[in-house]
């Protein structure tokens, strides 16, 4: 029998340490990139295109080359096989086909331009706009389904709101890391990140509501006649469906993340990252929330409580 319950300052501690180092590098790029987050076009606006070249040349050419060009802001992404996707500010098509032939002059190979994507400054503002309300609606939404599906329990809204406050640690600590990732290797996001994170958003709440089905379950029975054991016997009862259920899922994943197309890399990184996240609070912390709340000994949240009776 593993003590989820018995552990749960530390399992409080590891979140609030990786949720306090996803919020500074989330102030960090806001400070030096004026975002929370490096956003790509789908959220600023601007060209983004596929070109292939032959012969191959080497990412740091065309980076040189596009600047010389005055593209200094342009993001370059190898996508391999001598096929490189470029982010820059608004151009047309005959401005991309005049970049790509003197591209080809200077680099001494044949460019093909093979995918061209435009979007407005518009267009992206009212994205990054629909992208926040989308995750907030999914939150509270949720919120309430779980309040509605544990309404027989004392005090749904307590479990609804556990659930929620898990999913906001995944999505923290998940938005965290793509933070770090902005300002360390220049990744940006775009509307595929927000896919990824409504997703990771929906498996998260499954497995938190799979485990607090099972306490109710539980409760209903009277297994136990304290809360906290009947909590910990349900996250262990339910502990082999929900690591299954995410290995298997994690493998298709990773197998997407190391052979997949350079296009959705970063969508299958945040499922990646959000998935892993989100199984460790749904038995971990959305769980230990309930036990704490319910007990109503908040100094539990600390990682050494005074109480020595606390840190069993």
């Not at 309300?133 to 949720?142: E, L, Q, S």
């Not at 998935?275 to 709340?293: D, E, H, K, N, R």
């Amino acid at each position: 029998m593993i003590d989820f319950v018995g552990k749960k300052q530390w399992f409080f501690l590891i979140s609030g340490i990786l949720v306090i180092i996803g919020i500074a590098a989330l102030v960090v790029s806001q400070i030096q990139l004026g975002a929370a987050l490096r956003l790509g076009i789908d959220f600023t606006g601007g060209t983004s295109m596929m070109l292939r070249f032959d012969p191959a040349v080497e990412q740091s050419q065309l980076r040189e080359e596009m600047a010389k060009l005055d593209y200094n802001e342009a993001r370059i992404q190898d996508a391999g096989e001598g096929d490189f996707i470029v982010y820059t500010r608004e151009i047309t098509s005959e401005e991309a086909r005049d970049l790509a032939e003197e591209l080809g002059t200077e680099l001494d190979s044949q460019v093909e331009i093979t995918d061209y994507y435009l979007v407005s400054g518009t267009v992206g503002e009212e994205t990054t706009r629909n992208a926040i309300i989308a995750v907030i609606i999914a939150a509270v939404a949720m919120m309430f389904y779980i309040m509605w599906a544990f309404r027989s329990m004392p005090r749904p809204f307590r479990w609804g709101v556990c659930a929620v406050a898990a999913l906001i640690h995944d999505v923290f600590i998940t938005a965290g890391i793509f933070a770090i990732l902005g300002l360390l290797a220049d990744v940006a996001i775009d509307a595929l990140f927000i896919t990824g994170m409504l997703a990771v958003v929906g498996y998260s709440i499954n497995d938190t509501v799979v485990i607090f089905d099972r306490i109710r379950e539980n409760v209903s029975r009277h297994i136990r006649p304290d809360f906290a054991e009947t909590v910990n016997d349900s996250i262990v009862e339910t502990l082999g469906r929900c690591l299954n259920t995410s290995l298997t899922t994690l493998f298709v994943i990773l197998a997407l993340f190391l052979f997949g197309g350079a296009t959705i890399h970063y969508f299958v990184l945040v499922l990646l990252i959000g998935i892993t996240i989100g199984t460790y609070s749904s038995i971990c912390i959305s769980s230990q929330l309930l036990v704490v709340w319910e007990q109503g000994d908040w100094r539990a949240l600390l990682p050494f409580p005074k109480n020595p009776a606390l840190a069993k």
